[in-house]
Structures are given as C-alpha cells and as structure tokens.
C-alpha cells in the first residue's frame, strides 16, 4: 500500500521550492526529495575526477558507479555522495553552474530520474526539481509549479548565500540566475517547463508561512489526499 502521495514542485532557482518542499512535507509526514542536490552531487564527483559537462561517456560511467542517499539531520537533510557529506560542497555559486551544465546531459537524466523513482515509489513524497511533475513522475497525484519575479528570486539567493558568509554582489547574482534559467529552460532533454497539470503559485511578496498555507490547503481539498487514512504514514 502506498505510504502517501507523490506530490511535485517544480520551478525556476529562488522560486522558493527547496524551503516549501521542507515545509511541506514535515506538516504531511512525508520526505521531502531534492533532485537538485543530485545533479549537484553528480558535479561535485564529475569535477573531483576531470570529468567536463560535454563528456557523456564520461558522466554516464561516473554516474553508473556513484551512490547518491538523503539522511536527516535534525530540521534538514545531508546529502551523501558515496558516503561522504558533500551538503556544504554542492552549495557553491560554482557548483550551481556546473550542476546546470551536467543536468544538461542525457546519460545523467536517465541515471538520476531512474534513482529518484526507486526512491519515491512508495508514496509519501514531495518531490522538488525541474521535471519532477514532467518526466519523473508524470503521474504525479498533485503538481505544484512556483514563481517568482527574476528580481526577487536573485535577492533571495543574495540573501541566502550572504547569510552563509560569501561574498557576493546582488548584481551578479541576479545574473548568474538568469543565464542558469535559460540554460536549464531551453536544453534539449527535459527542460523546466510547467506540466499542463501543476498548480501555479506566485510566491512573489509573499512570505514563506503564506505559500505554505496556500499549498497545504491545495493538498488538503485534493481527492486522492482526503482518500488516504488519516494515520501519519510515517
Ligand atoms: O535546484 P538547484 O538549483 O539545486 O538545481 C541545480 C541544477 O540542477 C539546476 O541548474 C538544474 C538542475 N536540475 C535539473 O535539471 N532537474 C531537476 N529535477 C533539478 C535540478
């Protein structure tokens, strides 16, 4: 029997989807899945071991032998990358970059998505990414897409890595952002784009306990939700 449903946020970097996703998923009992991280972990080993971003016979073999787990850690997750904690490793502007440029490639989509279905299958998900509700699970028993306005996603992740200690300029960042979207919106194999079946939420100006409300009464009054016991799954 399945644990809970397979719920899907997709949308562009500073939507706001790795915190909701969190959030989410804490008040339904369920785990929250980053597939970002996973392309971000993929970068991290093809970088340690020279492999470029247009070497797919490359990546593909990096992929084919590397594990990639979540673990929690009190409020967040630790992202595992052969065992080792790379959490910190992935998160940096360079890595944001090469995770985009790696996410590009064919042979590291397939491994990845096949990962990120054994993974969910059991139900009781809230998947995050770019193609969660597209090519992941098409299936999926509720889609959520968010928004924000380019300015104010490039202020967040300002913010964030400021608060982190980096120095950035918000310039810069805003930049970064928007080249990161449009490489990621316009490649060849599944690109961002917002399933026929998500539910759109523009998070812009609003705060973070708003969208969640939002979201947990969209979940709340879906069929499949309110079919399922009201036993935490987990
Ligand atoms: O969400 P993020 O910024 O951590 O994702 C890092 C990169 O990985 C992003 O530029 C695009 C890619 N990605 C993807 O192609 N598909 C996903 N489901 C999640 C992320």
Do not use: W
Request: charged residues 30%; contains cysteine; proline residues 4%.
């Amino acid at each position: 029997m399945k644990k809970g449903l397979i719920i899907t946020i997709d949308g562009p970097s500073g939507a706001g989807k790795s915190t909701l996703s969190r959030l989410l998923a804490k008040k339904l009992g369920y785990i929250s899945m980053d597939t970002g991280a996973m392309y971000r972990a993929v970068a991290v080993a093809a970088e340690r071991h020279g492999i470029g971003p247009d070497d797919a016979t490359g990546l593909k073999a990096l992929c084919d032998g590397l594990e990639i787990r979540f673990e929690r850690d009190g409020q967040g997750e630790k992202v595992l990358l052969n065992g080792e904690d790379v959490s910190q490793a992935i998160r940096t502007p360079e890595m944001s970059l090469l995770s985009s440029a790696v996410s590009a490639c064919r042979e590291v989509r397939v491994a990845m998505v096949r990962l990120q279905r054994e993974m969910g299958a059991e139900g009781g998900y809230v998947l995050e990414g770019r193609d969660t509700g597209t090519a992941v699970f098409p299936d999926a028993d509720l889609k959520f897409f968010l928004l924000a306005t380019p300015e104010e996603r490039g202020r967040r992740r300002f913010l964030e890595l400021t608060a982190k200690g980096e120095k950035v300029d918000l310039q810069r960042t805003i930049e970064e952002m928007a080249a990161r979207d449009k490489a990621d919106s316009e490649r060849e194999h599944s690109p961002l784009v917002r399933a026929e079946d998500a539910v759109a939420v523009d998070t812009t100006g609003l705060s973070i306990d708003e969208v969640l409300d939002k979201m947990l009464n969209i979940v709340c009054s879906n069929p499949a939700f309110r079919s399922l016991p009201t036993e935490p799954v987990r």
